[in-house]
């Protein structure tokens, strides 16, 4: 048995494709924010994360949010400590930004703005997809 | 009648279905992801610019802030806050949330 092999067999080791895939904007529902939480903790195990932005989803990244009027916490600024993970893939949708009047430079954080078919090819290359 | 909306019209229909069914001289408020819709640039933004011809339009302030649009707002809304909610819920006869 080769060494990839047993390292298989304790489950230690094995690096996976996981792709989180945000749709809903932030504050209306727990959404955002509950998959912010285990996109951090996916963070712990080595894995090969990345993020994609889709629909409503590109909200949460939008600048200036200052949520002290509605007494919740403000997670936008979570984003920006991704780097610090070492999740750097975050993908966002070009339609999603044009339908809502956004731009690249409304985001706080570095993305790769591309079409919808690159994001689906991006998609079809993962080992696991989690929606939120 | 007040008319309010809390949900993005991305999401769902239930701005599209208040425009459709609001009576011309209604209010309408949006609160929660509904303020997604006030926003400028957007592809909602010309039927509820239509909308806007026949209905009084709200937002609240607190929601388009937290989510950082408050500076997106289409010319002809108009901000409240908390306490102008309650104004408007008072000064109408009715009102019927849009969930």
């Not at chain 1, 070009?94 to 809502?100: C, S, Y």
């Not at chain 1, 689906?120 to 929606?131: P, R, S, T």
Request: hydrophobic share 45%; glycine share 8%.
């Amino acid at each position: 048995m080769s060494e990839a092999e047993q390292q298989g067999e304790e489950g230690v080791g094995i690096v996976k494709k996981f792709m989180f895939v945000n749709r809903k904007a932030p504050y209306g529902t727990i959404y955002a924010l509950e998959g912010l939480e285990v996109v951090l903790i996916s963070a712990a195990f080595d894995q090969d994360v990345s993020l994609a932005f889709i629909d409503d989803g590109v909200y949460q990244l939008l600048k200036g949010q200052q949520t002290k009027g509605i007494e919740a916490k403000n997670f936008s600024p979570a984003y920006r400590a991704l780097e610090g993970y070492d999740i750097e893939k975050l993908y966002v949708e070009r339609d999603a930004l044009d339908a809502r009047g956004l731009a690249e430079e409304d985001l706080l954080v570095d993305v790769q703005v591309m079409s919808s078919g690159e994001l689906a090819e991006l998609m079809a290359a993962q080992d696991v997809v989690i929606g939120f | 009648m007040l008319h309010i909306v809390n949900k993005s019209p991305y999401e769902r229909n239930a701005l599209e279905a208040c425009l459709r069914l609001a009576r011309p001289g209604s209010a309408l408020l949006l609160i929660e992801d509904g303020v997604y819709a006030a926003t400028r640039g957007s592809v909602c933004e010309a039927s509820l610019k239509e909308a806007m011809t026949q209905l009084k339009v709200y937002a609240l302030a607190p929601d388009l802030e937290a989510r950082g649009v408050a500076a997106r707002v289409m010319e002809g809304i108009q901000l409240v806050d908390y306490g102008g909610f309650v104004e408007l819920a008072c000064e109408q006869p009715n009102c019927q949330s849009w969930l």
